[in-house]
């Protein structure tokens, strides 16, 4: 078996126990592992215990959930908070919540005094509740801004390193 460590602050440390972030296996393995803990168990709680629509979205271990009512949402994070307990797992305390979102949110937070739909991050998107131009429901998004500001100050300074490259080669690099 060959082990893989961790590189911090010039220490290597070797776990004996999963697979260190970032390393080439681990979106495989956690992919594997979740569409036990978190992808069946989701199509089961939905057949056996949602009440209206409910849609879920999993990118590697990224999830958002979709509820037609808010009960079977509130209901739904509960029992998913104890079962990734059960498989040791966790969410992310600042990445997890419950909101209102969708073709209503809008007019249903107006009538109650909130203001606008609060908008959500997903895989480097904030999607928002939006309108087409003949004013029907669209979810709108925008990439973050801070990953946009990194990857252009990127272009910027690969640009400025070809500046002075003769021009057929500064596409090709």
Not at 101 to 111: D, L, P, S, T, V
Not at 153 to 163: A, D, G, P, Q, V
Not at 166 to 171: F, Q, S, Y
Request: charged residues 30%; hydrophobic residues 40%.
């Amino acid at each position: 078996m060959v082990e893989g460590g961790i590189l911090e602050d010039g220490v290597v440390t070797v776990e004996d126990m999963g697979t260190g972030q970032g390393s080439v296996i681990s979106p495989l393995l956690a992919n594997i592992y979740l569409h036990y803990v978190l992808d069946l168990w989701a199509k089961r709680w939905r057949q056996r215990e949602a009440t209206g629509d409910m849609i879920i979205v999993r990118y590697a271990d990224d999830v958002v959930a979709g509820f037609e009512h808010e009960g079977d949402a509130r209901r739904f994070l509960d029992a998913l908070r104890a079962r990734l307990e059960d498989f040791m797992l966790s969410l992310h305390p600042d990445k997890t919540r419950v909101i209102e979102f969708g073709r209503f949110a809008a007019a249903n937070r107006k009538k109650r005094d909130l203001g606008k739909p609060e908008t959500f991050a997903f895989l480097g998107f904030t999607l928002i509740c939006g309108r087409t131009r003949r004013g029907s429901f669209q979810i709108q998004r925008k990439t973050r801004q801070d990953r946009m500001r990194t990857e252009l100050r990127s272009i910027k300074e690969e640009l400025w390193h070809r500046l002075h490259w003769p021009i057929p080669n500064r596409g090709n690099g």
